[in-house]
């Protein structure tokens, strides 16, 4: 399911890509962070920025270097 899920990230529907970002998030998968930061570096639509970033924040482990690095995006438009 893993494979279907992550193309659904670029989406045009932004629920569908916010959607997709939260599954990938919970599935609990690190091969999940590439493909999560690529839409995060590509995302429009604040949503769609905000689900890729909660699920990047459920799957990463070191949260002081996940903060700073979210003080540092706080910062970006």
Do not use: Y
Request: net charge negative; no cysteine; hydrophobic share 45%.
């Amino acid at each position: 399911l893993f494979e279907a899920v992550v193309p659904l990230l670029d989406s045009p529907d932004p629920d569908l890509a916010a959607e997709s970002s939260r599954w990938l998030g919970a599935s609990g998968k690190l091969d999940a962070l590439e493909p999560l930061q690529g839409v995060l570096d590509r995302a429009r639509v604040p949503r769609v920025a905000s689900a890729a970033l909660q699920a990047i924040g459920q799957l990463r482990d070191d949260p002081e270097r996940w903060t700073e690095e979210l003080r540092g995006l706080a910062g970006d438009s």
